[in-house]
């Protein structure tokens, strides 16, 4: 009977939502090993409460299934007991009312302040060294690319895609086109604003502020990337610890730990939800602790 159902869910998927095999095949493994489990504790696929189904989960869990793997394994459950009240065969839905496994968010990658000011300061002086024309222009690239990453922390699909008519107020401020196309403005340090000035002025005429030979007319995510590992390994940094979104967790992280509120640094992000800039709230955690440690009239003792 289990083995029908499964088989008859599974045909619907692939009819009417066009699932793909390697969908169709994963979510046969999930329900028949859910169908065993219910066959092992004296229930079956009709019969099976919201009780079950959770104890099922905290099973999956005690096995050292990871978060993300036994919410899909609950989505697959879901979905089939929802196919199941749709066609009638049972009167109601035990996976209602039970939660989806939460993942830990991992805590970004960020590099020291030092370890910034170095890949800086690296990137200058190539920028700055007696080299070929042609060199000379690739490392003033790299070295305002970095230097707007670092002042801005804006996404690198953003950063590579700049407009030159970006560039507002004598450099001082940048219009930086987001997600959903949602604009905002963010201002320049001096580094920054300096660097941008001088290299604008070794630019052809052109749309972006970063132009390339490619389809989209601008420099990739791709050569930008491979580029600032590269130079990681002239500056004597790990080049898997380098790469453009670590140096945007740099910038809100550096920033939050200067005391900037994090309702700020989530607008100069582009986050349209503060609950996504949160992720950075162990910085303010670590300030705090900082804070007490520091500050307490019995920290001492």
Request: net charge positive; charged share 25%; hydrophobic share 45%.
């Amino acid at each position: 009977m289990s083995g029908h159902l499964i088989g008859a869910f599974l045909e619907m998927m692939s009819a009417e939502r066009g699932a793909a095999r390697n969908t169709i095949e994963a979510y046969r493994r999930d329900l028949a090993d859910y169908s065993g489990y219910l066959t092992g504790h004296g229930e079956t696929l009709l019969t099976a409460g919201r009780e079950a189904v959770m104890a099922y989960m905290d099973g999956l869990k005690r096995q050292g299934l990871s978060a993300s793997s036994s919410a899909r394994r609950l989505s697959a459950i879901r979905q089939f007991h929802g196919f199941l009240c749709a066609d009638g065969i049972r009167g109601d839905d035990p996976t209602r009312i039970v939660a989806s496994p939460k993942a830990r968010r991992a805590l970004p990658k960020v590099l020291s302040i030092a370890e910034v000011d170095t890949l800086l300061t690296t990137a200058e002086a190539e920028a700055n060294a007696d080299i070929s024309p042609a060199k000379k222009a690739s490392a003033l690239r790299l070295y305002v690319l970095l230097e707007l990453l670092y002042a801005t922390g804006m996404r690198v699909s953003e950063l590579v895609s700049l407009k030159r008519a970006a560039v507002m107020r004598d450099a001082s401020f940048l219009t930086i086109a987001g997600k959903g196309s949602k604009e905002r403005v963010v201002p320049l340090n001096d580094r920054a604003r300096d660097a941008v000035r001088a290299y604008i002025e070794t630019l052809d005429k052109g749309i972006y502020l970063f132009p390339a030979s490619g389809a989209s007319g601008h420099l990739s995510r791709q050569v930008f990337a491979r580029d600032l590992k590269e130079l990681a390994v002239r500056a004597g940094i790990t080049p898997s610890r380098v790469a453009p979104h670590v140096l945007r967790h740099a910038f809100a992280s550096h920033l939050l730990g200067g005391g900037a509120d994090l309702r700020v640094v989530q607008m100069l992000l582009g986050h349209a939800d503060i609950s996504t800039t949160q992720i950075y709230t162990h910085v303010l955690d670590e300030k705090l602790r900082d804070l007490v440690e520091t500050h307490h009239p019995l920290a001492e003792k």
